[in-house]
């Protein structure tokens, strides 16, 4: 086993090692992981942080003996870093660094934000948070603004704030205390969505009793009651309501 980062702006881990195999997780830049075996252009990884399991194009990730610890998180929605002094684009959540990082044959370097540690978790920075990805699209696997799923979504923005969230949503909702009814849920709260066999396929992060932000189709808020979602845009009903998790 070897440890590696991503070099690249977002890196697509799919379920075999194929281009044309399913998008089951993303690394983002300088995210880390465990490399296990190689097969043609594709490596099996094991992410660091939530120990999801895929296949990531080879050349998208750099060996290193040690992983450098972030100081905190890139909080702009697209944000700018330079690898051997040319810049690329990178996504909100992204690790961020206070000093230059040296891997391999490259060269890190930051932007200046300010931004130590992980933000409280508190009512202003989930709706400030949650704000730059509206908008973004819906992709499967997704953790970026660039494409995003709706697990992805409730991670990523818990991650920021210092709260761990594994990667499905089904395996979120086996955490957090149960909250009975929608009317004492607050902002930050997780609703969760099944199908009609009773399996949770979505989830959501309330912004108060009646108003939910989600991946679907993009990242939007639409409206809730005791049911499930109801579409701001075409007022029909889209999801059925499961449960109500707090993390508080």
């Known amino acids: ?13 799919r379920k ?15 995210e880390s992981a465990t490399f296990f075996e190689e097969q043609g252009d594709f490596v099996r990884i094991k992410c660091t942080y939530d120990g999801y399991e895929g296949w990531c194009q080879v050349g998208q990730l750099a060996l290193v003996d040690y992983v450098e610890p972030n100081v905190g998180w890139h909080l702009n929605a697209i944000n700018n870093v330079a690898i051997n002094q040319n810049n690329i684009l990178v996504s909100i959540g992204t690790p961020w660094f206070n000093k230059p990082l040296h891997i391999n044959n490259y060269l890190v370097e930051c932007a200046g934000e300010e931004n130590n540690g992980n933000l409280q978790f508190a009512e202003e920075n989930i709706v400030a948070l949650t704000a730059k990805y509206l908008g973004a699209p819906y992709l499967w696997g997704g953790k970026s603004i660039f494409g995003i799923d709706c697990s992805g979504f409730s991670q ?3 991650k920021m704030m ?15 205390n149960n909250i009975g009814f929608l009317e004492e849920a607050s902002c930050g709260d997780l609703a969760f969505f099944d199908d009609e066999n009773g399996k949770i396929t979505h989830v959501g992060i309330l912004l108060n ?13 639409d409206k809730i009651d005791s049911m499930g979602i109801i579409s701001s845009l075409t007022n029909k009903r889209t999801h059925k309501l499961r449960l109500i998790k707090s993390f508080k």
């Open 1 to 13: 086993m070897h440890l590696c980062v991503c070099i690249v702006s977002v890196a697509p881990i």
């Open 156 to 158: 990523q923005v818990f």
């Open 16 to 30: 075999e090692p194929s281009h044309k195999s399913e998008i089951v997780t993303q690394l983002l830049f300088l």
């Open 209 to 221: 009793s009646h108003s939910i932000i989600h991946a679907s189709s993009y990242v939007k808020i």
């Open 162 to 176: 210092g709260k761990y969230l594994p990667r499905d949503a089904y395996q979120q909702a086996e955490l957090g």
